[in-house]
């Protein structure tokens, strides 16, 4: 069986925006995370965001980690790239030394960067040192989609309404699409060219995001060998009861995306690059589902480390994922309140 791999939706969504929105505050964002099934590295996102009325120069984000603990990361801002690509179509977005281009809508994808990164530690940045050495480097990464989009907010009714109507929402930023990838690539640092295969996930985004009342995350994502895979966000539970948004979805290889929530997930309590126990628990029609996770890499982002937004600390993750004898690597973000992370309180 074949797979559709637009999941029924409007290209149109697939392009950047031409020109400044009129809405102050309107994001257009595209971003990227990917890494070697090798595990010997991975980019905990990658990403090019545009925010009105400034559209001349867009953020950049870029974050490679290694499994030893060494980080390359580039956070500044560059001149926006043209947005025009093959056809007149803008299907381009980049900024600085980094770029993007959409191939083929939802299919396939490609970017590139070509600069300079601080050259830096998990233990660094742990302690809110600033480096200044900076190293070349180099990537250029193709990716092919291998699952259909999951669209934030379409897999169940308390989804589509905390997407709507909630704090949530509104830090999701809009309409927002996340799909998993299979990518292969060279990224060159010190002076080696080192190729690659792997997976990746990429998100869409465009809209209003605000980060007022945030109060933590968890987020992750996976393709395995077989051509299954799964994905979710959910927000921790309050204090006062008020239901949170949690929504995530599994893939057989085949079809369409199955709805699931998840039920036992790896909330944010502790610092760590590497070993931290990452497993969850989905809950969908086909019943309980476990699929248990390592950490292998990682990158901190706390406020005294330059945090471009108002949120609270946060890990991007690389993270080893088995399901049913198949093992994968995948990506985990995660993000608390200070007080609920130790050593931080």
């Known amino acids: 069986m074949s797979i559709d791999l637009t999941g029924g939706l409007d290209v149109a969504a697939e392009y950047v925006f031409a020109a400044a929105p009129e809405v102050a505050g309107m994001r257009d964002a595209v971003n990227m995370w990917f890494w070697d099934d090798r595990g010997r590295f991975g980019f905990p996102r990658v990403a090019v965001e545009a925010v009105a009325p400034q559209w001349d120069t867009h953020e950049m984000q870029m974050t490679l980690a290694f499994a030893e603990g060494r980080i390359l990361r580039n956070w500044e801002s560059g001149p926006a790239h043209p947005t025009r690509g093959p056809g007149g179509l803008p299907t381009l977005f980049g900024a600085g030394p980094m770029e993007f281009e959409m191939v083929g809508p939802f299919r396939r994808y490609r ?80 002076g080696l060219e080192r190729t690659f295969t792997g997976g990746g996930l990429r998100v869409r985004r465009q809209g209003v995001r605000k980060f007022a009342g945030f109060w933590g995350h968890c987020w992750q994502s996976a393709l395995f060998p077989s051509g299954r895979g799964f994905g979710y966000i959910a927000y921790p539970p309050r204090p006062d009861g008020v239901p949170t948004y949690n929504e995530g979805y599994l893939f057989l290889g085949e079809g369409e995306i199955i709805p699931a929530r998840v039920v036992e997930a790896p909330w944010l309590t502790q610092l760590d690059f590497q070993g931290q126990d990452l497993s969850l628990t989905l809950e969908s029609k086909l019943g309980r589902t476990r699929i248990t996770g390592e950490l292998v890499m990682a990158a901190p982002l706390l406020p005294i480390n330059g945090s471009p937004v108002s949120i609270p600390p946060l890990l991007q993750s690389i993270a080893r994922f088995r399901w049913e004898g198949e093992t994968a690597y995948g990506m985990t973000e995660r993000s608390n309140l200070a007080e609920r992370i130790k050593g931080l309180d």
Not at 124 to 140: I, N, P, Q, S, W
Request: hydrophobic content about 35%; charged content about 30%.
């Open 111 to 190: 970017t590139t960067f070509k600069g300079t990164a601080i050259d830096t530690t998990f233990e660094a940045l742990l302690k809110g040192m600033t480096d200044t050495r900076r190293v070349d480097l180099e990537y250029e990464v193709e990716c092919d989609t291998a699952i259909p989009p999951w669209v934030q907010g379409t897999m169940s009714d308390d989804a589509r309404r905390l997407m709507s109507s909630s704090v949530e929402g509104e830090f999701m930023g809009g309409d927002r699409l996340e799909q998993l990838m299979r990518v292969q690539g060279r990224v060159k640092v010190d």
